[in-house]
């Protein structure tokens, strides 16, 4: 039985040897792997993200998670591993730039690779937005300052109801 | 005013806790402790020790003027559709008039912010929670969308999203099938600001919104709340509201 595996695997590797060039081409093929835009700082001089990149990669998400909780329900305003800091870091504040429906954005680029649809652009700003009053705890007060402005829309909602007291 | 009473109870327990540390420092430490004094430090989590609250002086609230309105509009990127009935609306200027004197009175009406909210009575899934410091928010991460906080709230404060938003601000998160309302500009307290409509109000120079913390006696809304009579609309329903009105 060993001696049969042993055999093919012989066979697999001579198959190997014999296609090399196409085997070489596709292990060495990076058009297949995504494009992911680089970030516009780096956490520190050693690191480049808030964790390392490999412990960001695999679980960023839970990052975020525990601190969506601490913010939303504790008031716990840190910035290190908010979603807002993520993206003013990854996502380029030009007019221009991509947004997360494109693949080029810093998280689609990846999520759509793997085929793992997120719904945190539905409600959050996919892309650093400059606001009339930037954030005074802010970090990153020069990529808040240079991001891009959004167009005011006149909002029409009924300002007034009158209610009349017999 | 307000800003500062409130800021003065973070002030002096930091200054309290650092005030050995920073003994031996001069000029950066200064700055730092200036900076930071300005706001709950931002990795500590809000205490019931605080109650944020508005009083609203109806008496010097101007008649056609939709400042506050405006101001929280803009702070929280409120874009309409041109459909009254349906667009978000986090405060609203409401007109009262007495049909036997004639008398009018406008007074801006916005969540209550109560101490026993109905929203949170009825939420099936806790989305609609009470902070510690007496702030009610939706947390739209859990929110189904079901409306049942709409109908409990005796004060129309909450809105539906109907339709799909774009470009939210980071501070203001808002999405489609999530109910919304004021949030006394959570963001803006969290750094030890005002709310947008406070701040609008008082720039205009109409001083009808004073907010701040109520459990603080030195604060101004507390100073104020002791010195004149107010009201909370529906009191009867004793919810203990966080909106406090004079002059209705």
């Known amino acids: 039985m060993q001696n049969l595996m ?96 494109s693949d080029e954005h810093f998280c689609n680029s990846c999520h759509s690779y793997a085929a793992v649809s997120i719904d945190c652009f539905q409600c959050h700003a996919d892309r650093p937005v400059k606001t009339p009053n930037p954030h005074a705890l802010s970090g990153h007060a020069k990529s808040a300052n240079q991001a891009a402005v959004l167009p005011a829309e006149p909002h029409q909602a009924l300002a007034t109801e009158v209610i009349s007291n017999d | 005013m307000t800003d500062n009473a409130n800021i003065d109870t973070y002030r002096r327990r930091f200054l309290g806790n650092t005030a050995t540390a920073i ?41 056609g003027c939709t400042d506050c309105v ?92 109907h339709e799909a938003l774009q470009d939210q601000l980071p501070h203001a998160p808002r999405g489609k099938g999530t109910v919304e309302s004021c949030t006394f500009c959570v963001h803006r307290v969290d750094e030890g600001r005002t709310p947008a409509c406070v701040e609008a109000c008082t720039a205009e120079n109409h001083n009808a919104m004073v907010f701040g913390d109520i459990n603080d006696p030195d604060s101004e809304i507390a100073m104020q709340l002791k010195q004149h009579s107010s009201r909370q609309i529906r009191a009867d329903l004793n919810l203990n509201t966080g909106v406090r009105y004079r002059g209705i």
């Not at chain 1, 012989?10 to 297949?32: C, F, T």
């Not at chain 2, 001069?26 to 931002?42: C, M, T």
Request: with cysteine; charged share 20%.
């Open chain 1, 6 to 101: 042993q055999t093919s695997l012989r066979i697999l590797l001579a198959l190997s040897v014999v296609a090399g060039l196409p085997a070489a081409a596709w292990a060495g093929d990076d058009s297949l792997l995504p494009v992911v835009p680089q970030a516009q700082d780096r956490y520190s001089k050693t690191q480049g993200c808030v964790e390392p990149t490999t412990e960001m990669r695999k679980n960023h998400m839970e990052y975020i998670l525990h601190q969506r909780d601490e913010t939303m329900h504790r008031g716990i305003r840190t910035r290190q591993y908010s979603l807002e800091q993520c993206i003013n870091c990854h996502v380029s504040d030009a007019p221009d730039a991509p947004r997360v429906s």
């Open chain 2, 70 to 161: 405006t101001s929280c509009n803009d702070e929280h990127g409120l874009t309409g559709h041109g459909r009254p009935e349906t667009d978000a609306q986090w405060i609203r200027k409401v007109d009262l008039r007495d049909k036997q004197t004639g008398h009018t009175q406008s007074l801006p009406l916005l969540c209550q912010h109560c101490e026993h909210p109905p929203c949170v009575d009825v939420c099936p899934t806790g989305a609609s929670f009470k902070r510690a410091d007496g702030i009610v928010l939706v947390d739209k991460h859990i929110c189904i969308g079901c409306r049942y906080c709409m109908m409990a709230c005796p004060y129309k404060a909450r809105s539906f999203i």
């Open chain 2, 23 to 63: 003994a031996g420092l001069s000029v950066a430490p200064g700055v730092f402790l200036h900076e930071v004094a300005q706001a709950r430090p931002a990795d500590e989590a809000v205490t019931s020790d605080v109650r944020w609250g508005m009083l609203i002086d109806t008496n010097k609230c101007a008649n």
